[in-house]
DNA sequence: CTGGCTCAGTGGCCTAGCCAATAGGACAAT
DNA sequence: ATTGTCCTATTGGCTAGGCCACTGAGCCAG
């Protein structure tokens, strides 16, 4: 019965795109492209990767949805800044292991921010969408569950109302490493209600405008997190 | 002379699949779609929203890559779980204008917490290396410089003193953004040598191993660049 | 109940082609 | 000399239509 640790690695199917994508990217690495350099014309490079336009298309999308290039019509895709160190840093945490402390710290540093600029920026659309993954949380508390997707709506829709496309894409870069985290402290016995009246005291403090309650309000949420981190080091 | 600021909002083009895959995500939130949920067959979904399957499979590949859906050969395109907060992102994809006050923002949210790690955790050769950037900034001031690579250096030696990796690598991340303003806020006349001051200011913090003094004393710092980003939009 | 078979539905990828945007050169007007 | 206009080659945007591969469900023989 002990089927637990994979018999076969699962083999993944990849799609073509992501190949030629991937091959993309370590081409440009490889032959040392810079910001603005130019990728060859579609039509050429669909034939010397032996693939179809529509495919290597595909490609170009995703690279540009990751902010590898920038397809300009008309004229031709270049390479864009940061083209490196994309979203590896989520294995290269997961690598060193026990790295839960930092991700408390990471959390803090961003979260807190948020809270603040939301409070500052929130949209009423913004208060409804916090206000319903509150209610989304308790109703799920009340059944008896731990209200774990209704924390990550809440911090998602506060992460949304700071309006902060860099901050939102950062947050989004440690969302897993996050999401375990959730899962463990959410697993506490009491720990849910606790969660939900500091989400709470946040969006009244957003609610109210007031970014430097909202700040205090979010670090003191994340510190209680923290202490699910200590104890698991400890064990 | 002055194009700094784009007077025409630089009309963003959008492409086709760009805008399907908006109506996709907001589709999948209006109907409630929850993860597992399918979408309609390509050919149908094709067929409804008027453009062709080549066109949609662009747009597909982009939420995927988000991580709003899951495509499967065979099978169906069925939407993932946390597809809220990533629908956010899709809009940051068309955003190509004015991130600068969000690099300024973020870059407050990272270093603040780095600055206030490092005033504890920090080493002797960590001080050492501060110090050291320190002086070099200082020496190519003295010499007429604009002390950019000094900057440079003392900024990455209070990152490697806060001895988080993950941060660090956030900070890495946006890192080309960062030079960017850099530079121009190095450019103003007397800036140079306010930097300088802020580098002390911080550094000396960091020595005395007060993490409050510091994040305050690297706030200040940020805000003084931030300077720079607000005369330039109001140009 | 198990394993193999078929079949309908669905995505993967391709070919071929036209349309649209861009950059750059030629050339006229100033 | 500089500026503005036009033309054109180049390049991406998008469509149409088609064939192949995979998946899941139902059926059937063992």
């Known amino acids: 019965m002990s089927e637990s640790s994979s018999f076969p690695p699962r083999l993944l199917r990849t799609r073509l795109y992501e190949q030629v994508a991937g091959q993309i990217s370590t081409w440009i690495d490889d032959n040392g492209l810079r910001a603005g350099d130019k990728l060859p014309p579609e039509r050429e490079l669909a034939q010397r990767l032996g693939v179809s336009r529509a495919t290597l298309s595909q490609a170009l999308v995703a690279l540009e949805v990751v902010g590898v290039v920038e397809v300009r019509h008309g004229d031709g895709t270049v390479v864009t800044a940061r083209h490196q160190t994309s979203s590896r840093i989520v294995e290269a945490i997961r690598s060193h292991a026990d790295r839960l402390p930092e991700i408390i710290e ?48 809440f911090h998602g829709a506060v992460t949304a109302a700071s309006h902060s496309l860099l901050l939102a894409r950062l947050m989004d870069e440690i969302g897993d490493l996050i999401k375990e985290t959730r899962l463990e402290s959410l697993g506490q016995p009491g720990r849910p209600q606790d969660s939900l009246a500091g989400h709470r005291a946040i969006a009244e403090a957003i609610r109210a405008g007031d970014p430097a309650a909202a700040a205090e309000a979010m670090h003191a949420h994340v510190a209680m997190v923290s202490d699910v981190a200590l104890i698991r080091e400890a064990q």
Chains 1, 2 share one sequence.
């Not at 540093?109 to 659309?125: G, M, N, P, Q, S």
């Not at 913004?126 to 949380?137: E, G, K, N, T, V």
Request: hydrophobic share 45%.
């Open 106 to 153: 990471t959390r803090d540093a961003l979260e807190t921010k948020i809270a603040a600029l939301a409070a500052v920026r929130r949209t009423d659309d913004d208060l409804a969408r916090i206000d319903d993954a509150l209610a989304s949380m308790a109703a799920d508390i009340e059944a008896g569950g731990r209200g774990v997707e209704g924390d990550e709506r």
